[in-house]
């Protein structure tokens, strides 16, 4: 042991490698930064006891004296703890950079108002199983400023001690190979910074070496000579400085060793243990002279601790009391136990008292049981809900007084369970909705049996026992009987069940005197076919690409070995589309501004469905897509049960697009993306799971994919003019359309000789199954302009660009009779054309006012007009089905 008290005494430090016991710099309160300045022990390697700093000022980094320090052993702690920095003012970083291991007991660190980098690190990896008590967070606030970890890509290992060091890790992938015999390596397989065994001359061996001697302290191989210079000496080829229990210390011929002894062992006084070191103070005590209290709540390691340091008590004097420890299942850490005197008793009554212990199972070893002797008091148990009853009972008849109902209260004892033997409950599944119980029943023709079966969740977040107490009433299913078979019936397939059977014994009076509760039998139902999976997120992502997201049923998802995915294309039927004149129509009901909801649904899954929250949203962006309440696959039972679907499609193409899909999907899978489906259209996706050749039903989707920016554009335009004035206009379709085609708009820009103005285009309607021709005669000017314009589903016009066409130059006279020709035809056509115009498909008028413009798109020409802009505006029913193509 080492302790520290001034920088003289620090000093002394210089060249140590090992410290034998516990390290302790504590009370240097008047020194300060400038104290530590060029203060460093480099050599220092590992400590075998513990390492505490207390109230050191001055001191910004335990790393600035240490840095090189690997290894804290714990064989000596301060309760729990083997690290501890408590109330250091100016301590701003650990900075124990290269420390890989504490072996026992975890850290603490407390009352540093300046001291960061403290969550920084991950201390598990450290001191594992262990428990940690870090700086509270008010504390702290300023260090939200320091710079974060850097050190990895892998989370698992991005931990530092500050912005410049990154901790290392025995179990880190990165590191190089190493001798068997090393725990870590750095700069070769041999140059071990840790070893696996043992240690001598600083390397790492497997056993020490002929004329050496093990110091089990650390571990190290050495000689006599050095075993002596630390005031040991060699006992059983190992270096000790007291002799074990039953032995001696002696001296012969000037040499010490021990010897065998009688009447050595030792005694100790009142034993209350709550700590690893409280435990530790229990080591070769054999008489208690007193009493003996155990109250280790939930220390991590304590049972091991306890069967290592009470093994030899045999005698207790007064009573033994043990309470609210957690980890404690059974007493069997006190295996030579043979005597309790009970000369004083707890509360003049007790000698012994068992009680909140939640997770107590077995009482004294049979050995123990069968010998141990108790001399005054009684038993007091209570709240011992997983000990079986029985074994109290057993128990009991050991005490020279019989306890009563208030010392063992009936039906707070082993109503967990517990009692492993008891009725030898047996669970036989005969198939998936049933089971039967059989047990064997107590000879007593008044007891009675209740069996308790309910659900267990798939995947519980506690380690609780699944027990009635710990679920409403009506969630476990009771049956009272006396019969030792009982049948279970309506049961859900491929579901697990836990059962337990209470037993009651009534007195003639028939009040309860004895309840007790087997342990818990747990039991799967197989399956048929699996449910279906949920589709959590449906989203096109692309023009041609939609993604699926789904998750599965949390009782089906260890059956399930693929799933089954069939796209359909869904598209507006023919007659539909020919219902409505779209020439005559200018407002559009296909139209529609962009609805993302139609691209992208989010959906909650229902809790018996797995859910990986807002994590998994990735496939659209949340911020346009709100995440709706679940909804079951199934709208009832009903439902479910008598739904029949259809079976999956054939695979085809429509063009260079999918029309039917199907898909098989191998291993577990969450996530797909479905390539090359059609611009702007309708797809209906269905998804099932399945186990082996059993598929479940399909649970269903529509999503619409993205509108293309390159579809709805005629791909080539042929236009010319002959020296009549005849213009010819040809085109061939777009290559790709955003959803049906619903007409063609050629558009006629004739530009004046005066002034070169445009003037406003003359219109004409084609449906997609007319000729892609027009021959049309103008009044002539000096050049047009002609383009093609589609109306699609996913916009009213989408135009080509402007073709120029100019008119070739004529003769005068010709000229002339042209003219005239044209003004006396005008007078006729005006008589003709107005009755017959309402039944013209083409219209080569000008309106002069545009009631259209409030619809068309910002894209458009503002003068494009026609003859459809006068017609009334009205819907057409669309119907869903597959295209007649």
Known sequence: MYLVQSLQKLQHLKDCVVILGNLRVLFMEKANTSSFQNISFPELREVTGFVAFYRVSGLESVGQLFPNLRRIRGSQLINNYGLILHDMPNLREVGLYNLLKIDRGGVIIWGGPHTCYVDSINWNAI???????????????????????????????????????????????KLESCNPECLECRGGPDKCTLCRHYTYQGHCVPQCPPNTILLPDNQYCITIEECNYLKGWMWNNTCVFECPLYYKKVVEDGSVTCAECSNCQKTCLSLVIDSLSSIQQAYRCVYIRGSLTINVRSV???????????????????????????????????????????????????????????????????????????????????????????????????????????????????????????????????????????????DNVDVQYTILYARVPSRSHTNKPIVPETCSASEWFVIHTKESSVLLTSLRP?????????????????????????????????????????????????????????????????????????????????KDVKARDHCNVGYNIFDVKEDYSRHAVVLKPP???????????????????????????????????????????????????????????????????????????????????CAGQRCSRSTRGVIRTLRSNKADIPTAIYSSINETGDISIKWDPPEETNGPLFAYFVQILSITEEDGNLTSPDVWCFYPNDNRSLVVRLQLGEEFKIRICTSTLASYSTCSEWHSLSAPEFELNLLLASILFSIILSAVSLSIGYFYNRHMNHNDGIPLVDITSMYRSESDPPNVVMLSDFMPIYSVPLTEALLDY
């Not at 428990?131 to 989370?155: D, G």
Request: glycine share 4%.
């Open 127 to 173: 001191a594992p199983g262990t428990r940690h008590m870090l700086t509270y967070p008010e504390m702290t606030a300023h260090c939200n400023t320091v710079k974060p970890c850097k050190c990895s890509v892998n989370k698992e290992f991005n931990y530092c001690w500050n912005s410049k060091k990154c901790q290392h890790f025995l179990s880190d992938p």
């Open 300 to 442: 991590p390691g304590a049972v091991k601790e306890l069967k290592k340091y009470l093994r030899h008590i045999e005698v207790v004097h007064d009573y033994i009391m043990i309470y609210g420890s957690l980890v404690i299942k059974s007493l069997d850490f006190l295996p030579s136990l043979q005597h309790i005197g009970g000369r004083t008793l707890e509360k003049n009554s007790y000698s012994v008292i068992i009680y909140d212990m939640n997770k107590l199972q077995q009482l004294f070893p049979t050995n123990v049981m069968s010998r141990l002797a108790i001399d005054r008091g009684k038993l007091k148990m209570y709240n011992n809900p997983m000990l079986c009853v029985d074994k109290i009972y057993d128990f009991e008849k050991k005490f020279p007084v019989r306890s009563n109902e208030i010392d063992i209260p009936p039906g707070i004892n082993g109503y967990s369970g517990g009692c492993e033997d008891l009725l030898r409950l047996k669970i036989q599944v005969l198939n998936e909705t049933s089971a039967i119980v059989t047990f064997v029943p107590y």
């Open 494 to 574: 491929a579901t697990t069940y836990a059962v337990c059977i209470e037993t009651f014994v009534y007195s003639n009076k028939s009040i309860e005197t004895y309840v007790a509760r087997t342990s818990m039998v747990n039991f799967t139902t197989p399956f048929t076919k699996p449910e279906p999976p949920f589709i959590q997120e449906l989203v096109a992502t692309s023009a041609n690409t939609v993604g699926v997201r789904w998750v599965d049923h949390r009782d089906y998802q260890k059956h399930i070995t693929s799933y089954q995915l069939d796209v359909t294309l869904i598209d507006i039927p023919d």
């Open 607 to 689: 809790e018996k469905y797995e859910s990986c929250g807002q994590s998994c949203l990735t496939l659209t962006s949340l911020g346009k897509t709100a995440i709706e309440e679940h909804f079951d696959v199934c709208d009832s039972d009903l439902d479910c049960n008598n739904y029949e679907e259809n079976p999956p499609p054939k695979n085809s193409s429509y063009g260079n697009y999918i029309k039917t899909l199907i898909l098989d999907i191998n291993g577990p899978k969450s996530v797909l993306h479905i390539h090359e489906l059609a611009p702007f259209r309708d797809y209906r996706i269905r998804l099932r799971a």
